[in-house]
């Protein structure tokens, strides 16, 4: 038993007073290559890390629902009759949201009972690894199970995403709960976000000895959001003025006319998500054909395309990347969003003290907030403990 179950365990027994029924966790994710180009409906391939989420979990005889976590003092009580997306505020929305979502996938809410949920966490909070979809994973796998629905876990996916979009508010896509539910030990998760046919593809990491490493650059930028907005919005404009529903309908060849179509800025948008698929699609075929050891100049060809093109970098990203790079790590790229947040570096093993003691010198050297770094593997998801 892990040290997060067994504290979830007993974090569940301090607040409901007795063993919880059952026991779930889901891990966060990384992102290895394909950023921004899940709401394009293109390719993503993220993978479920050593980091869970872990839900202890009690049907009860009632239709209350009392949910608590080690990241709050409030025990939040709500009954099943009040579960609407707009009774639910702060963390709670989380766990409650995937209840109430479960709702729009066949669970009938007028006759299931409550529950006690108790949730503790080895998956850092807003640190670009995706703790709300770890939460979200691990709440909707034990409801299904309590709740006897029977979702597959592609479906489980959809509801994290629908509790994330309505219940919390956030715009995000279905790249992080397919990571949390569908990743395997050694492998990404290959997800086509038009057809969300997924795919499990192993990495091969550990065999060649290569380690990835996440340089959480603590970096947040007030205009995210508007940023994010701002990166969708002209993704939209260039898949109108080119005539077509999204960015996913245009390949490599479609360059040349949108260079002729587009403003500047907004080709130079649309050809970092026209090659960020490409570059999803060849790490996939070179992982398969080569080995990991072949994709280093993919992840390195993403991160420039991102910053020069897509412009959703930030200094401190770009020095973690370059750094990292020239101490020896075999490729690199900022990962997720932008405008702050996190890199990672894939670093042969024998290398790895000497990247991490470069990025940390360098940040040093220039007085930035030291960043954090940590290793993270390629891990199951989510799962009954
Ligand atoms: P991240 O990049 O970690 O996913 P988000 O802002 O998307 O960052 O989600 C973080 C939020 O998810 C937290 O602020 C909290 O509301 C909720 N959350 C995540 N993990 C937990 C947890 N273990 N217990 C309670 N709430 C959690
Ligand atoms: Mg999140």
């Not at 959809?158 to 569908?182: K, W």
């Not at 992982?287 to 060809?301: C, E, K, M, W």
């Amino acid at each position: 038993m892990s040290a997060v179950h067994a504290r979830t365990v007993t974090g569940f027994a301090m607040r409901f007073g007795e063993a919880p029924a059952g026991v779930w966790s889901a891990p966060g994710r990384v992102n290895l290559i394909g950023e921004h180009t899940d709401y394009n409906e293109g390719f993503v391939f993220p993978l479920a890390i050593d980091r869970r989420t872990v839900v202890a979990l009690s049907p009860r005889d009632d239709r209350l629902i009392s949910v608590a976590s080690s990241f709050s003092d409030d025990i939040i009580g709500l009954r099943l009759d009040d579960l609407q997306p707009e009774n639910l505020r702060g963390w709670s929305a989380y766990p409650l949201g995937v209840a109430w979502a479960l709702s729009q996938f066949g669970a009938d809410l007028s006759r299931a009972g409550g529950f006690d949920v108790y949730i503790d966490s080895e998956v850092p909070i807003g640190a670009g690894l995706s703790s709300s979809a770890a939460i979200e994973s691990a709440i909707a796998l034990a409801l299904n199970h309590v709740w006897n629905l029977g979702l597959d876990r592609p479906t489980l996916a959809r509801v994290g995403q629908l509790a994330e979009n309505r219940a919390v508010g956030a715009p995000t896509g279905i790249m992080d709960q397919s990571a949390s539910l569908l990743g395997r030990a050694d492998c990404g998760v290959f997800l086509d976000c038009r057809s969300l046919h997924s795919e499990v593809i192993p990495l091969g990491f550990d065999a060649a000895e290569l380690n990835l490493l996440v340089i959480d650059t603590k970096v947040v930028h007030a205009h995210s959001s508007g940023g994010y907005a701002a990166r969708r919005a002209s993704c939209e404009a260039g898949a109108a003025l080119m005539g077509v529903d999204s960015l996913r309908d245009l390949d490599l060849h479609d360059l040349g006319r949108a260079a002729e179509t587009l403003d500047d800025e907004t080709f130079r948008r649309v050809r970092h998500i026209v090659t960020e698929n490409q570059r999803v699609l060849d790490t996939v075929q070179a992982l398969r054909s080569h080995g990991p050891g072949a994709i280093g100049a993919l992840l390195d060809a993403s991160h420039l395309s991102m910053r020069d093109d897509f412009e959703i970098s930030v200094p401190e990203l770009d020095l973690a990347v370059t750094t990292a790079r020239a101490a020896g790590a075999i490729g690199a790229r900022m990962t997720g969003g932008g405008f702050g947040g996190a890199a990672i570096a894939l670093t042969p093993r024998a290398v790895l003290p000497a990247v991490k003691a470069a990025v940390l010198a360098a940040f040093d050297d220039r007085g930035l907030r030291t960043p954090d770094l940590f290793v993270v593997r390629a891990a199951d998801g989510a799962g009954r403990e």
